[in-house]
């Protein structure tokens, strides 16, 4: 029987960003160059999971608030875009390749989460076909690239959970949360609007399209501050803003909920907003003119600083780039 380690290949490489360890540390470097840390150390973070060329600026807001001497363990959670998942599965491999280094996943965590019995087992190709997960292994091994031999991570793919089901992951989850060697990734971009995504909410009120989505994206914002998961929950009732992370971010939001409990106080705060281009009015024919835009949101939380957070917005209106 063969002791080699199952590897999951950086099946995005050369595709989503740089299969070029060389070019993609340079890139990830100029990002960062260009970011604040102004909240260390973080306890937790939602960044992106775009294709760089889209979303690597905004994420560097995020990962430069990690610092890699208190950080000995990290959580991915991402959302399952590929197969129907109603709950939380964990992945076959040992190790995750990245173009840098590969990263190593924490057996004895993942071994204490299959004894629940509240996870499944998605295959190495479910694995490697999803993404959310894997746009976060090259800046988790960038961030903690100083204590690169220290750390290992824990990647949870998130199915379409029920209300139910975030307060019972984030319930468990919680314990890990609390603990300061712990970092949260919670993998999200933030509204995909247009005919692809089968949502084109627009508030005539606010003016152009890129305001409407602004105005939309702000509410959401605003309530994920609160760290209430209920608020959210009813927001994304209310508008059903295509938010892909909504589920990792409901058990990170039911986590610090359990957290409170015993007296943990977190905060949330953004960083700032930002737009990469704006659309002309919401006409129908300007619709389909314009073929699309995204919209970044830097933003920052803590423990008192619990960690920072990037929103990315794709706007489709009837491109389809990948």
Not at 145 to 150: A, I, Q
Request: hydrophobic residues 35%; positive net charge; charged residues 20%.
């Amino acid at each position: 029987m063969s002791n080699r380690p199952v590897c999951r290949e950086a099946s995005h490489a050369g595709s989503w960003y740089s299969a070029s360890g060389s070019q993609l540390n340079a890139q990830l470097e100029g990002w960062l160059s260009k970011a604040e840390s102004s909240i260390r150390p973080a306890r937790a973070i939602i960044a992106p999971h775009a294709g760089y060329t889209y979303c690597g600026a905004c994420a560097a807001h995020a990962y430069k608030q990690v610092d890699p001497s208190v950080t000995r363990r990290v959580f991915i959670l991402g959302p399952s875009h590929h197969v129907p998942l109603s709950r939380c599965a964990l992945s076959p491999a040992d190790v995750y390749r990245t173009p840098l280094y590969d990263l190593r996943i924490d057996q004895k965590v993942y071994s204490d989460l299959w004894k629940t019995g509240l996870f499944e087992r998605m295959s190495i190709q479910t694995d490697e076909d999803e993404h959310s997960i894997e746009m976060h292994l090259p800046y988790t091994a960038k961030a903690m690239e100083s204590h690169k031999d220290e750390f290992s991570i824990v990647p949870v793919l998130v199915g379409a959970l029920s209300e139910s089901r975030e307060q019972e992951y984030g319930k468990l989850l919680s314990k890990y949360l609390a603990d300061p060697s712990n970092l949260f990734i919670i993998s999200s971009d933030f509204c995909h609007w247009g005919q692809r995504f089968r949502y084109t909410y627009y508030d005539e009120a606010q003016g152009e399209i890129y305001r409407s989505i602004e105005h939309l994206d702000r509410m959401g914002m605003g309530i994920i501050e609160q760290l209430d998961p209920m608020s959210f929950t009813n927001y994304l009732k209310k508008y059903r803003n295509t938010i892909c992370g909504r589920h990792p971010i409901g058990v990170l939001l039911n986590a610090v909920a359990e957290l409170r409990k015993s007296g943990l106080e977190m905060n949330f705060s953004f960083l700032n907003y930002a737009q990469s281009s704006s659309t002309v009015k919401a006409s129908p024919k300007a619709r389909q003119r314009k073929p699309w835009i995204h919209v970044t949101k830097p933003v920052k939380c803590s423990e008192k600083h619990l960690g920072s957070a990037v929103f990315f917005s794709f706007v489709y209106l009837h491109s389809e780039l990948f």
